[in-house]
């Protein structure tokens, strides 16, 4: 059996706390009252966290450490293959026996793969956790890797491929990581590219099955009704307590990191807009500024022109760039990988005007110099609420919850409570904000990506200049 290393008090099976019910009391109480995630390991190093918040719905899934940043130039796309192949059926079911035993009992399977991690997990009622386990198990360990199969999926990759062309903002940020981490495994798209998937075989996905599906990389998260640790613990070693820790061929790596200051331009103008993407290193997820600069992130926050907010909008910065320099669409991002991070902004705008470029990555610098230097603890004090009010309703979802233990298991080796998250919170004063700014934004080489009608992108050495320049 398990090794267990219980890191919180007892679960009490009750019903859901929800921060609106407890208008009463402070976020502290609240928060503390929360059931705390458990965790467990097996003997074959696979970790389990399991949450019971007694609600009756459950999130159960898997979290790998893998993704594009372990492939090569050859197999790239080859994660988000194997993950595609998990839906077609296993040796034990076929793909419509599959499809139709989720749906008898109303649980959805879903997946994702992202550059360093993918998930397999299932949305199912809470009596129905040890069926949902059962299928996990065999979709990740027996699912149909077979020539005919690869070959039908291939059609449906490449299509996939094409039609994410037309999704410019994630062209744009794929541009950006391919500019900012040059060089470097992170650079890799997660769908890969129309010759490495045409390239791919069977033989080379079961393969990559059984280099990285190892337990010692692979995490059990369960939230909602009917995960206790015990259930959950006995429920892993059942089916996945065989796997073995070793690795058939070689341990897969992640690669250095190194960050590039750089432009990225992709004309076209037949499209109507210009995308634009600017961001600098940010820091890893388990990083002590991290928290600080999401919560720097979140108060630049997002606007697009639908939101029919100018000159009312409860940001004095959305207030003054939003009626000005055709502004189509921003939002700000803090992205944070295991060991390095983006910290930026992406935005749309009529690209027909250097001079309006030009304004807006003047105040988008403006703003940032305001964090590192100037804001206030007014400010500081919104910022904080914004954070909070985003952070908590995510984590309200079960699925959002498991995905945030899975996490910071695979990225830190613990999970933090709520309680823990709150008191880190509430210790960013205007002070530490300004500092975490200031240390890894202020006077920092940009990354630079632009799509579309990109003839009034701004030229790096402006960007780069603009991000020393102390005047506010």
């Not at 296993?90 to 599959?98: E, I, V, Y």
């Not at 149909?144 to 990759?157: F, L």
């Not at 189509?328 to 749309?348: A, E, S």
Request: net charge negative; aromatic share 8%; with cysteine.
């Amino acid at each position: 059996m398990a090794l267990r290393s219980v890191v919180t008090a007892p679960l009490k099976r009750c019903v859901a706390y929800q921060i609106r019910n407890f208008g009463a009391l402070s976020i502290k109480e609240v928060l503390g009252a929360h059931p705390p995630a458990e965790v467990s390991t097996l003997k074959n190093g696979l970790r389990i966290a399991a949450e019971d918040n007694g609600k009756p719905t459950a999130t159960v899934g898997v979290w790998i450490e893998t993704g594009s940043r372990y492939e090569n130039d050859e197999h790239n796309g080859v994660t988000h293959f194997l993950e595609r192949l998990m839906h077609k059926g296993t040796g034990k079911r076929a793909s419509g026996a599959l499809i139709n035993e989720l749906e008898a009992i109303g649980a959805k399977l879903k997946s994702y793969t992202s550059r360093d991690c993918t998930a397999v997990y299932v949305q199912s009622a809470s009596e129905d956790v040890e069926r949902v386990v059962d299928i996990l198990a065999d979709v990740l360990r027996n699912s149909k890797i077979d020539p005919s199969v690869v070959e039908a999926e291939r059609g449906k990759m490449l299509a996939e491929l094409e039609d994410s062309e037309s999704d410019l903002q994630r062209v744009t940020m794929d541009n950006l990581h391919t500019a900012a981490f040059q060089g470097t495994s992170l650079a890799k798209s997660p769908l890969g590219t129309s010759t490495s998937l045409q390239n791919l075989t069977a033989k080379n996905i079961k393969e990559w099955q059984e280099d990285t599906y190892r337990p010692i990389r692979m995490v059990i998260s369960a939230v909602g009704g009917g995960c206790s640790a015990s259930k959950i613990e006995s429920l892993a070693d059942k089916h996945f307590g065989d796997l073995s820790p070793e690795y058939p061929r070689r341990v897969p790596q992640a690669g250095g990191i190194r960050f590039t200051g750089c432009e990225y331009r992709y004309r076209n103008d037949y499209i109507p807009h210009m995308h634009t993407a600017v961001a600098v290193e940010g820091v890893c997820y388990g990083h002590r500024d991290a928290l600080a600069l999401q919560m720097a992130s979140q108060f630049i926050g997002q606007w697009d022109v639908t939101h029919a907010t100018t000159r009312t909008a409860p940001s004095r910065w959305i207030q003054k760039i939003s009626h000005d320099h055709g502004l189509h669409y921003l939002q700000h991002f803090n992205i944070n990988y295991k060991d390095t991070g983006l910290f930026g902004v992406y935005f749309v705008s009529n690209g027909d005007d250097i001079v309006n470029s030009q304004g807006i990555l003047k105040s988008i610098q403006h703003e940032w110099k305001h964090l590192a230097g100037a804001i206030s603890e007014e400010e500081t004090t919104l910022a904080r609420n914004q954070l909070r009010t985003t952070l908590y309703q995510q984590l309200e979802s079960n699925t959002e919850k498991a995905e945030f233990n899975a996490k910071e298991l695979l990225y830190t080796g613990s999970i933090r409570s709520l309680a823990e998250l709150e008191n880190q919170i509430a210790d960013i004063d205007q002070y530490t904000l300004r500092n975490a700014v200031f240390n890894h934004v202020y006077d920092r080489d940009t990354a630079n990506a632009g799509v579309g009608k990109t003839e009034a992108f701004v030229n790096y050495h402006h960007t780069r200049y603009g991000m020393s320049w102390w005047r506010l």
